[in-house]
Nanobody
Framework: QVQLVESGGGWVQAGGSLALSCTMT????????????MAWYRQAPGKERELVAI???????NYAESVKGRFTISRDGAKNTVNLQTITLKPEDTAVYYC??????????????????WGKGTRVTVSS
């Protein structure tokens, strides 16, 4: 089963920084193409999940207005890994951060399957 696994969340004081990472993992007999799109979303307590940043296969990026200039998304396409470097964190950045990707993978049977994947999330807490 193809999965997204996030890491790097934690607790930090306002003004601090954190680096989040997400890697696509697959069983040994499964081969995945470089994901067309990888993204980070977040969901704060009592709020809807929102897009934070997105990066496409050709390196194009887009950010939520609230994080522009403070967050940087990057990826290693060959490894289907996406990173989110955060600086100057604010209490309002507190949320569970989720990785999302459009994956196209082939199993041992030779069938290519496209699916949209979500990680389980990593919690970021910014104290004032």
């Amino acid at each position: 089963q193809v999965q997204l696994v996030e890491s790097g969340g934690g607790w930090v004081q306002a003004g601090g920084s954190l680096a989040l990472s997400c890697t696509m993992t697959a069983p040994g007999d499964t081969v995945c193409m470089s994901a067309q799109r990888m993204a980070w979303y977040r969901q704060a307590p009592g709020k809807e999940r929102e897009l934070v940043a997105i990066i496409t296969n050709d390196g194009g990026t887009n950010y939520a207005e609230s994080v522009k200039g403070r967050f940087t998304i990057s990826r290693d396409g060959a490894k289907n890994t996406v990173n989110l470097q955060t600086i100057t964190l604010k209490p309002e950045d507190t949320a569970v951060y989720y990785c999302n990707a459009d994956a196209t993978c082939r199993d041992s049977g030779g069938t290519w399957v496209a699916e949209n994947l979500w990680g389980k999330g990593t919690r970021v807490t910014v104290s004032s």
